[in-house]
Every structure is written in structure tokens, then in C-alpha cells.
């Protein structure tokens, strides 16, 4: 069964620029997270959502939004790009009941975003 | 809040020998999950293996075992028979078990595993 896909894989933006990342869940997903990763701050989470509400948010600014489709697919974006927002973006989906397998979490390849 | 120290920012091993990771935590809650995941240089995230904290035995999979020490809080990792493949940053994690926060991890800094031919 297929794992998590993220795409685009590599982008480039310039700063005050937009981005859009997309990410398709596991099939059967329903909770999809995303998670920013640097080397200064190492893996920070952004958002949680599940059938199409985010559920959690972390502590980055009103920059960092995010959407869930009625198929679980996600989308985040980031507005007005800051040279600090160079990172791997992470997606993740988790059956999200049950024990065992139903309560971890899988990732996928990752977004590299770099801002110039 | 919680959080995960993983103490050892850089460890090497010779293959085929045996090395431990550390990991310590804090959380005022009882009932929770732990995990290790490896990421290699294509920054994949890979689940290693998984610990529910209300079971006492320690989890294993294959080559790998984990030492659980609740009253402790502490999780290390052990990998036998080191393999050149399993060279790698490893994470620990944690994550509620119910509750607003239970489908987020809380991450340590990682631990940069080189393993020596």
C-alpha cells in the first residue's frame, strides 16, 4: 500500500512569496500533521487535521495555515515568506483509533522549502 | 508541557556490535506512547519501533529493543549486530494517549548514529 507522498519534494521561493505544499495520506487516513524541520529548532509540529478540522495548532505565526480535503488529502501554505521559513516540511497520517498500529504515526518523504 | 532530551547529539558503532541510544522525558500524564524513528540521509522518517507506556514488557523488533523505565522516564534504545544501513539520525518521541494534543509528537534533537566498517 502506498506510503505518504508529499509533493513538491524541492522549491525555491523568494521571500514575501507563497507556498503551497500538498500531502496525500495513507489510504484509510484520516488524521494528517504536519511538522516543520530545522536544524536550529529540530522537529516542530504546525497543524492537525481530521475530516477536514484542524484539531491542534502549534506556536507558529497566522503565516502557517493549513486544509484537509473530504478525502484527507492536506494542503498547507505559507504566506509572505521570511528567509527563517527555509526548511523540510513533513507530512504524517495516522489511522488515529485503536492501539497498536492505529495509534502511530507515518511520514512521508518531506517538502524542502528554501527562501531567498 | 512535555518534553524529550535525547542527551548524545553523536554516537558511532563498529558493525556488528551493539550500541544504545538515550532518551528521557517529562510529562505529568500516565498514559502515553513512545516511539524511536531513524531517518537516513533521504530524510524519511522511519518508525522503528513503538512503546505503550501502560505495558510493562519492553517492546522489540528484530535487531531492536527498547529499555522502558516509567518511574524513571526514561526510554533508551538498543540496536544489536550493528549494520552499515542502520546509520542514521534517530528521534525520539512522544505522544499522549487521549486528549487535544494526542495526535502530535514531541520530538528530542536526535542522536547522529555513524556506524564503523
Known amino acids: 500500500k502506498a506510503g505518504v507522498t508529499q509533493t513538491p519534494r524541492y522549491l525555491i521561493k523568494t521571500r514575501g512569496q507563497q507556498v503551497t505544499l500538498s500531502c496525500s495520506p495513507i489510504?484509510?487516513?484520516?488524521?494528517v500533521s504536519w511538522y516543520q524541520q530545522t536544524p536550529g529548532q529540530g522537529l516542530q509540529f504546525l497543524f492537525e487535521?481530521?475530516?477536514?478540522?484542524?484539531?491542534n495548532k502549534g506556536n507558529f505565526p497566522g503565516r502557517f495555515s493549513g486544509r484537509q480535503f473530504s478525502n484527507s488529502r492536506s494542503e498547507m501554505n505559507v504566506s509572505t515568506l521570511e528567509l527563517g521559513d527555509s526548511a523540510l516540511y513533513l507530512c504524517?497520517?495516522?489511522?488515529?483509533?485503536?492501539?497498536?498500529?492505529?495509534?502511530?504515526?507515518?511520514f512521508g518523504e518531506g517538502s524542502w522549502l528554501t527562501v531567498v | 508541557a512535555q518534553t524529550v532530551t535525547q542527551s548524545q547529539p553523536e554516537m558511532s558503532v563498529q558493525e556488528a556490535e551493539t550500541v544504545t541510544l538515550s532518551c528521557t522525558y517529562d510529562?505529568?500524564?500516565?498514559?502515553?506512547?513512545l516511539f524511536w524513528y531513524k531517518q537516513p540521509p533521504s530524510r524519511q522518517m522511519i518508525l522503528v519501533i513503538r512503546q505503550e507506556a501502560y505495558k510493562q514488557q519492553n517492546a522489540t523488533e528484530n535487531r531492536f529493543s527498547v529499555n522502558f523505565q516509567k518511574a524513571a522516564k526514561s526510554f533508551s534504545l538498543k540496536i544489536s549486530d550493528s549494520q552499515l544501513g542502520d546509520a542514521a539520525m534517530y528521534f525520539c518521541a512522544y505522544r499522549i494517549a487521549s486528549g487535544a494534543g494526542s495526535y502530535q509528537l514531541t520530538f528530542g534533537k536526535g542522536t547522529k548514529l555513524s556506524v564503523i566498517p
Open positions: 489510504s484509510g487516513h484520516r488524521s
Open positions: 510529562t505529568s500524564e500516565s498514559d502515553y506512547y
Open positions: 504524517a497520517s495516522s489511522l488515529e483509533r485503536g492501539t497498536g498500529s492505529g495509534n502511530t504515526i507515518y
Open positions: 487535521y481530521f475530516s477536514e478540522t484542524q484539531r
